[in-house]
């Protein structure tokens, strides 16, 4: 059976742990691992069929199959390169991180030499599917605008780079305009979905972001629209926010653990 390891233990760690031990992840959860050693420790207590370890990520990935980064940008830096190193796969929730060339040619360099494979769910957003198929055509642009509620990007840095007040917004206001590039290093913790679009499609000088902090609105929505040689589609997600974090949003835990699904099951469905 697949021996997943699980690196960052906040609400999509504890989200994919659970699914693992309660089965609709076939597969053993064999270590976890997080900066803060306390939230790993109360995380590894809460399992009825599997106890992880808390493992360092040099040991973790020498009893591996496929590790789970769902911690920050900086820890793919950190985690990704070793775990390929290693042999495991790797599924990458920051993907944000990316965004960086040099680091992404790393990463695609050792899956290809080690055999090994690196997935990146479809988080937060819909579509993903058209994208990819009309990406094999022509694309002519792709946008995402999200639209959270103002304290869900409170800590970005361009929220705190530029000082900007988030309670005193009292209408919509858009804060942010360019390419995701820009967006992943200006809101890393909100807009890592930006940067799957950009891998899927047109890449992240192409892919335009917009972000919009809403007073109106009580749920994280992403707006795509894709515009090719195939024709044009849009969609449109309004996410309920998770309540342990309020920036990610549920539908991005979800995704998560139907991607190990997918992994772990015979049957593939979708494109
Ligand atoms: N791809 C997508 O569509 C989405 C991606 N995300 C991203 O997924 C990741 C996980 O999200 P979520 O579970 O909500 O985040 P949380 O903040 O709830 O949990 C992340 C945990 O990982 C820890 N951590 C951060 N960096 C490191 C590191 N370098 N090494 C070890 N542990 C680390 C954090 O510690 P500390 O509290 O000290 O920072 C925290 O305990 C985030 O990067 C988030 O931006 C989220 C939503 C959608
Ligand atoms: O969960 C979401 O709404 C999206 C998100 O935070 C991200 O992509 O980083």
Known sequence: MLRIGVVGCGTIGRGICRAIDEGVVKAELIAVYDRNACDAEKLRGQFSRFSPEFMEIAKMVKHIDLLVECASQ??????????????????ILSVGALADEGLRNRIEELASENSCKVYLPSGAIAG??????????????????????????????????????????SDATVLFEGPAKDAVKAFPANVNVAATLSVAGIGFERT?????ADPSVTRNIHEITVKGAFGEFSSKVENVPSPANPKTSYLAQLSAIATLKKISSPLQVGT
């Open 208 to 212: 335009l972001v917009r972000v919009i």
């Open 74 to 91: 900086e820890a793919v830096h950190d985690v990704v390169p070793l775990a390929l190193t290693s042999h495991c796969d790797v599924l």
């Open 128 to 169: 993903l599917d058209g994208l990819k198929s009309a990406s094999i055509g022509e694309i002519h642009s792709v946008t995402i605008t999200t639209r959270k509620p103002p304290q869900g990007l409170a800590g970005s840095p361009f929220v705190v780079m530029n000082n900007i007040d988030l309670d005193s917004i």
